[in-house]
């Protein structure tokens, strides 16, 4: 997982209320990602970060806002959890946001909304 | 965004050869990806593949690229119950600020004893 942790894994959560989700690395990569993986999707991006306070939104990124105040932390908020948001979350990270962007990935934060 | 798409699922008896096929929209697309997912685990590059080469061997596997049909495929030889995983074909894409990675929905590969 070349140094990138999620955290939590497992989170139950109620409709409604605000979720955060942290990734962290020790690798010092420039960029990173939130993924979402659902059966039939495959892996669908959220957002993305290029930089400390740079970001951008990805495919699927209504109801879901991101932080990034460090290279090494990205954070993913839910403002108001809904049952469509029960998914597994995977964050990733690169090196250089260029045309070859092998990227590596965290365990995955697997959320449950209720 | 542009798509990826695989077939879902896979079987095979340990020892034959696997092959997941893959095909892609972008034809500016430069790199191509698979990578592994093991069940509760997050996903690991297997090997990438440059859009000017036609194929690349790395011991067991073979990618072998296609641009003119935006085929890709991963030939897996001598397939072991390891190998049993999900398996993703990916594109690097040019977003706003990066290239960005999309995905395949993935080829559950199953290997029989």
């Known amino acids: 997982d070349a140094g990138i942790t999620q955290s939590p894994r497992h989170k139950v959560t109620e409709t409604g209320t605000p979720v955060t989700l942290r990734c962290h690395q020790t690798e010092n990569h420039r960029y990173m990602y939130w993924y979402r993986q659902d059966p039939g999707h495959g892996l669908r991006l959220i957002h993305y970060s290029y930089g400390v306070k740079d970001t951008d939104k990805g495919e699927v990124s209504d109801g879901y806002s991101v932080s990034r105040s460090k290279t090494e932390d990205f954070l993913l908020t839910l403002e108001s959890a809904t049952s469509s948001q029960t998914s597994v979350y995977f964050c990733?990270?690169?090196?250089?946001?260029?045309?070859?962007?092998?990227?590596?990935f965290g365990q995955g934060t697997r959320l449950t909304v209720v | 965004g542009e798509d990826v798409e695989q077939s879902l699922f896979l079987s095979v008896r340990e020892g034959d050869s696997s092959v997941i096929n893959c095909t892609y929209t972008d034809s500016s697309s430069t790199y191509l990806y698979w990578y592994k997912q093991e069940p509760g685990a997050g996903l690991q590059l297997l090997t990438y593949i440059f859009s000017n080469m036609d194929m690349k061997q790395d011991q067991r596997l073979t990618v072998l690229l296609n641009k003119k049909d935006k085929h890709l495929s991963l030939r897996i030889a001598d397939t072991q119950t390891g190998d049993s995983a999900i398996y993703f074909c990916?594109?690097?894409?040019?977003?706003?600020?990066?290239?960005?990675?999309?995905f395949g929905k993935g080829t559950k590969l199953s290997v029989i004893p």
């Open positions: 990733a990270a690169s090196r250089a946001g260029q045309m070859n962007t092998e990227a590596f």
């Open positions: 990916a594109e690097s894409q040019r977003g706003a600020g990066s290239y960005q990675l999309t």
